[in-house]
T-cell receptor, first 114, second 111 residues
Framework: NAGVTQTPKFQVLKTGQSMTLQCAQD?????MSWYRQDPGMGLRLIHY???????DQGEVPNGYNVSRSTTEDFPLRLLSAAPSQTSVYFC?????????????FGNGTRLTVT | GIQVEQSPPDLILQEGANSTLRCNFS?????LQWFHQNPWGQLINLFY???GTKQNGRLSATTVATERYSLLYISSSQTTDSGVYFC?????????????FGKGTHLIIQP
């Protein structure tokens, strides 16, 4: 049981490049979400999903796309990276469909956009 | 949206000391969780505690939902307790959503 797995651990992009941050969980959790963590800001919700085929926006969705084709995977796409997207990104999942049971986090992806 | 304030922002203690971390929130909640982010950046769920009191070893937490605050107690601190402690909540009025995080308490335990 690996829990929540994020890849890659580190990534450097140039402005305008695109990439996908991968997130997978093997706990059969319905709820999955993406957060970004910036210095002094805590964590802020980007997008979330309550099940396969269902996604919704969080607090800071601009510049990011998501999809949920399977229960296990919830990738986060940056279509045209900007320096403001330099951050640490965390994927998290929860057993229930509204994210109100304990949230389990992956180990994060540190992204730098130059 | 709901506001979450944590205090103190920074805390430096000697090994063996006890500490109390506070989380105030601005609206009613049906979900409150405490997390520890260790110096390597990993986020570990400590407690799911929308109300009442829970204990896990040297750590315990109490949430008084009617007064809109939660406390995290750490007893007999160890250097491995160092890191940032986050409180996160979900507003009772909301539907499916994510947690709103406070900015954290940065705890340093010195040997």
């Amino acid at each position: 049981n690996a829990g929540v797995t994020q890849t890659p651990k580190f990534q450097v992009l140039k402005t305008g490049q695109s990439m996908t941050l991968q997130c997978a969980q093997d706990m059969n959790h319905e709820y999955m979400s993406w957060y970004r963590q910036d210095p002094g800001m805590g964590l802020r919700l980007i997008h979330y999903s309550v099940g396969a085929g269902i996604t919704d926006q969080g607090e800071v969705p601009n510049g990011y796309n998501v999809s949920r084709s399977t229960t296990e995977d919830f990738p986060l796409r940056l279509l045209s990276a900007a320096p403001s997207q330099t951050s640490v990104y965390f994927c998290a999942s929860s057993l229930d469909t509204v994210g109100k049971l304990p949230l389990h986090f992956g180990n994060g992806t540190r992204l730098t956009v130059t | 949206g709901i506001q979450v304030e944590q205090s103190p922002p920074d805390l430096i203690l000697q090994e063996g000391a006890n500490s109390t971390l506070r989380c105030n929130f601005s609206d009613s909640v049906n979900n409150l969780q405490w997390f520890h982010q260790n110096p390597w950046g990993q986020l570990i769920n400590l407690f799911y505690i929308p109300s009442g009191t829970k204990q896990n070893g040297r750590l315990s937490a109490t949430t008084v939902a009617t007064e809109r605050y939660s406390l995290l107690y750490i007893s007999s601190s160890q250097t491995t307790d160092s890191g940032v402690y986050f409180c996160a909540v979900t507003n009772s009025g909301g539907g499916a959503d994510g947690l709103t995080f406070g900015k954290g308490t940065h705890l340093i335990i010195q040997p």
